[in-house]
């Protein structure tokens, strides 16, 4: 019964910034995380970051880390993917997912729900 809706795509300069964000609704457990996955076309999905709900404590792919930031809204459900200096690389659909559990992980297997995507272009 998990609904995930990401929102805050768009089209952006090399450079530039956008945040994203993922609301959740439904019936959830006390205890889950919640991740950014991102695929490119003809890309395999792969994780960009994770963060704990109950903890708070963050995960990021080497290849955002210092320019993308996670964090979470508890009182909202809501999850948001800061980023900050995009490249071209950073092209993709970027999707919200959440795990139930206390452990950060980094494979799409480990996740249970899913939203929709949301596209991000960043042009050079």
């Known amino acids: 019964q998990v609904q995930l809706e990401e929102s805050g795509g768009g089209l952006v300069q090399t450079g530039g910034s956008l945040r994203l964000s993922c609301a959740a609704s439904?019936?959830?457990?006390?205890?889950?995380?919640m991740g950014w996955f991102r695929q490119a076309p003809g890309e395999e999905r792969e994780f960009v970051a994770a963060?704990?709900?109950?903890?708070?404590?963050?995960y990021y792919a080497d290849s955002v880390k210092g320019r993308f930031a996670i964090s979470r809204d508890n009182a909202k459900n809501t999850v948001y993917l800061q980023m900050n200096s995009l490249k071209p690389e950073d092209t993709a659909v970027y999707y919200c997912?959440?795990?139930?559990?206390?452990?950060?992980?980094?494979?799409?297997?480990?996740?249970?729900?899913w939203g929709q995507g949301t596209q991000v272009t960043v042009s050079s």
């Open positions: 997912a959440v795990r139930f559990g206390s452990y950060y992980r980094t494979s799409v297997n480990e996740y249970d729900y």
């Open positions: 439904g019936r959830t457990y006390s205890r889950f995380v």
């Open positions: 963060i704990t709900w109950s903890g708070g404590s963050t």
